[in-house]
């Protein structure tokens, strides 16, 4: 067992194969956190704990005389509200009586093998090969009667740890939850960094590392899904920590909506952290016998750097996490039809594109938006899920086979949570989005959306996806997202359950896509809102891949990937080639270039291949042989970032290992080019310093030691935007 409880001391202690987790019930009952860090044998850490008598520190009644006892300074796990806790708290709860008051006190633990269980949400799940250990502790309010259940799962060989809350209502009255974090936790010091990731549409996942200081900062989404603006991820770093060496504790929540991070330097130069759904828009009344399962965190140690987190993210996410029998399989290479046609298409075009994409070697054709309804923009029918044929003459069907007879695969995009003003499903059922009574309402992108907290709706868009895949071959689904919530109001619910409404959208959207995606296990999803807006685990555990976004000029991708690679495994990324001067950005970049930053994710095209040169189709036919050879190291070997570019702006390179270190790919870009410049070298990482590699395709080889201490030259004949990728494999001896 991962978790063992010392009676005598009162401390639970929950091990993973590097780490360390410890937490003590106090004299009082009050559940303190301990430690949790690097792995250690002692398992009596009472005297970190330090009482004193502190001015305006106020006493618990329970502590009698005992002016030293004051949950204003002491680290706690779950700190409860009203108590002399003026950090922010992990619970809000309104009692009956009005009062704001909750004070958890130990009331039981259980401890039990296998993994805890969160009905209606996402979460990690034990498969062979590892285990999971659980640990429960009820901590009950005596005087409401409610109980937060604290849940922890041990995933010992994975070295990561999940947690999740219960609020149980065991008492008479209604309670109304404000707040209920999926984690809290203290540090006894603030000597940390914060590193987030924020961003906006065509720009997500942007690195940022900025120190703790004094008071609040918080992240965190209150747009009703996860977001481009901050990612549900957060890493807290000591200060020396770099991507090789140092402590990291990384924080993910699995979670699609409105999320919060605060990391908060107290008066005492203490951290703490919480995380959880954002209390922003947030109230949940919990009748008597009831409760409210707060998402979960998975919570991960790395005392290996930035570097070393990542891999224990990239492992758990691919073989924990990620439902799809696809996470396991090779993804097929698609052209999609957006950037090639926007919505501007026939049946003829399509089957032109897809005609000259064979020559290219892609395996897979999707159709994007523009197929159903009337819509030949983005203002009409989105609700309206019947094939146009107008455009597509024999519907999906018809094309579907003719693609087939090509010997691709079909594919198909669908926004299913959005409606248009203008369909027939607005003028059906315009009580089915989200709107105010009596309040103009705001538009995004033209559309309303749909109330997923209706059961109805739900029903509805679980039939009528369901037929549309059942109606065609189709092995490939994009799944759209178009934008952010607003005008939050539901129908559906009673006057003080309104603060339930987004939270019951998020589970209206997994109820669907337990009835659609986990029904459809051959098919493959892919995620996406407006590019990266919904780039959360929640969503991988339903979705193998994720497009990234809707940027898809190469050099700003680099940026994107490089955010992205920190929690989320490489073959969660979709990634494309376009076309030049490239839509987003105007940018124009090579073929080459462009299909090395595409192979830092799963590879796809999205481009007229009727207006590609012979040449130009048997390059890309070449970029994908060589990324199918080389498909195993990218999508399931380690991820090294090789540089930040955020710091080095000459040039950005990565690299894939796989785990037995005997195959690396390296990819580099160059981003500035300087007159004169001095020789850069580049220096690997992940391989054996005992062995001996040599270059595909050249002679002679080098020592892992070699490679990774004085590096490589980067070729200084490369020009901006020029790139270089090169196979390294392991060889018996020196040559
Ligand atoms: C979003 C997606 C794009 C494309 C369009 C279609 O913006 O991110 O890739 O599918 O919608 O409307």
Sequence with gaps: MAIKYNADRKTFILETRNSSYLMKVS???NLLHLYYGKKIPDKNLDFLLKFQ????????NEAGNDRTFSLDFLQQEYSTDGKGDYRSPSIEVVNGDGSTIFSGKMAGYKIYKGKYCIKGMPSLRAVSGDTADTLEIRLEDRESQAAVILGYSVFEEKDVITRTVRFVNGGRQSLMLKRLMSVTLDYRDSDFDLIYFSGRHTMEREFNRIPVQSG????????????????????????????DRGDCYGYSLVYSGNFLLEAEQDQFSQLRVNMGINPRDFSYRVDPGEEFQAPEVVLAYSDQGLTGLTHLYHDVFRENLCRSPYSKKVRPVLINSWEAAYFDFDEEKILNIARESVAMGVDLFVLDDGWFGNRDDDNSSLGDWTVNRRKLKDGLDGLSEKIHQMGLQFGLWIEPEMVSENSDLYRKHPDWCLKAPGRPMTRGRNQLVLDLSRKEVCEYL???????????????????????ISDVWSGALEKDRQGEALHRYVLGLYYIMDNIILKHPEIIFCGCSGGGGRYDPAMLYYQPQMWCSDNTDAISRLKIQFGTSFAYPVNALEAHVSVCPNHQTGRSVSLKTRGIVAMGGILGYELDSTKLSEEEKEFCRK???FYKKNYRVIAEGDYYRLTNPYENRSFTAWEHVTKNKKKALISLVLTDKESNAPQLYLRLKGLDENAFYRVEGHRGSFSGA??????IPVPPELGEYDSVQFVLRMVQEAE
Excluded at 465 to 483: F, G, H, P, Q, T
Excluded at 706 to 711: C, E, I, R
Aim: charged share 20%; proline share 4%; with cysteine.
């Design 27 to 29: 004299r009082y009952g």
């Design 53 to 60: 008598d502190r001015g305006f520190s106020p006493n618990p």
């Design 216 to 243: 609040m900062h918080s992240i965190g989404s209150s747009r009703g899904t996860s977001s481009h603006q901050f990612n549900p991820f957060g890493i807290v770093c000591r200060k020396n920590t770099d991507e």
């Design 462 to 484: 679980i039939q009528t996806i369901n037929e549309i895949l059942e109606s065609a071959k189709i092995e490939y689904v994009k799944w759209d997202m178009n934008r952010s």
């Design 623 to 625: 970029q994908v042989n």
């Design 706 to 711: 070699l490679l990774m201490n004085a590096g």
